[in-house]
């Protein structure tokens, strides 16, 4: 992989991680289609550089993150992400497997947007506003909602809104608990995937993704260069995102997702 297919990549990687999308299944879609080789490095790559979207949240909210008067923010987000973290313990093989199964991926894309197109109308009498109303016990449940998204295509960002909306909060409020959620569950995704994780067992030559990282000039580079990217393209979608759901909701993002689902599995299908 090239640095200009990286930062491909990773641009595709900030626009969409927030978006009730699927990043997962763009950057996959991407490298089949810039002809990427599914390598032990690219699949490290494609998680590693979340680190990067993760900053950008904390930039967005900056003020939200080093308030340490609200304590009880903390706690949320502690107890919010252990569900996740335990599952994809668990379930990080099989997880593994489905990422290369493009069909299954695009599938999934389409049902999602199926489910998009009902969302707004599930939930129509919000009664939280604001983080600060919503107790632990619905940010766990928000926490369950979000390991929904461990089937690649699904969604983290649609899984915990749609479960952060049917816990009564406002469209605005569960997006922002979203993001608010990713920082905890993607940096320990990323620290898992670069420090502890053994990538490429059944090829013979079993590395951490440090050591990977490390290996050569240009994985640097490319590791670098693709969180900076990761966190430029991801703040800027933030504002974009939370603009546009707040005006129509999430029918729009439920046609994409059909329409592209569709695209996809046509290609996949007939071309692949």
């Not at 490290?44 to 930039?59: D, E, N, P, R």
């Not at 603009?243 to 689902?261: A, E, Q, T």
């Amino acid at each position: 992989m090239d640095l200009l297919k990286a930062i491909i990549i990773a641009i595709i990687e900030g626009l969409t991680e927030y978006l009730p999308i699927s990043s997962t299944a763009h950057m996959g879609f991407t490298a089949n289609l810039l002809g990427l080789e599914e390598t032990e490095f690219l699949k490290m790559f494609q998680v590693s550089i979340q680190f990067g979207a993760i900053l950008s949240v904390v930039v967005a909210y900056w003020k939200k993150f080093f308030d340490f008067k609200n304590l009880k923010f903390y706690f949320k987000l502690a107890f919010a992400v252990i569900p996740a973290l335990v599952l994809g313990y668990i379930f990080d093989d099989m997880i593994e497997a489905v990422l290369g199964n493009q069909i299954a991926i695009s599938a999934v894309l389409v049902l999602g947007g199926v489910v998009l197109l009902f969302a707004d109308t599930w939930f129509k009498h919000p009664t939280i506003t604001d983080e600060k109303q919503m107790s632990v016990k619905k940010a766990v449940i928000i926490g369950f909602w979000q390991c929904l998204a461990m089937m690649p295509g699904t969604s983290r960002s649609a899984a915990s809104i749609i479960g952060g909306m049917s816990q009564g909060l406002t469209r605005k409020a569960a997006a922002e608990f979203s993001f608010f959620l990713a920082v905890p569950t993607m940096l320990a995704v990323t620290v898992y995937s670069v420090f502890v994780k053994t990538w490429g067992k059944e090829t013979g030559n079993p590395q951490k993704g440090f050591e990977m990282i490390l290996s050569s000039q240009d994985h640097i580079m490319i590791f670098v260069i693709g969180n900076i990217v990761a966190f430029i393209t991801a703040l800027i979608a933030i504002k974009a995102f939370i603009g546009v759901l707040n005006r129509y909701g999430f029918k729009p993002w439920g046609w994409y997702r059909i329409f592209v689902g569709i695209a996809l599995l046509i290609y996949f299908y007939w071309f692949q």
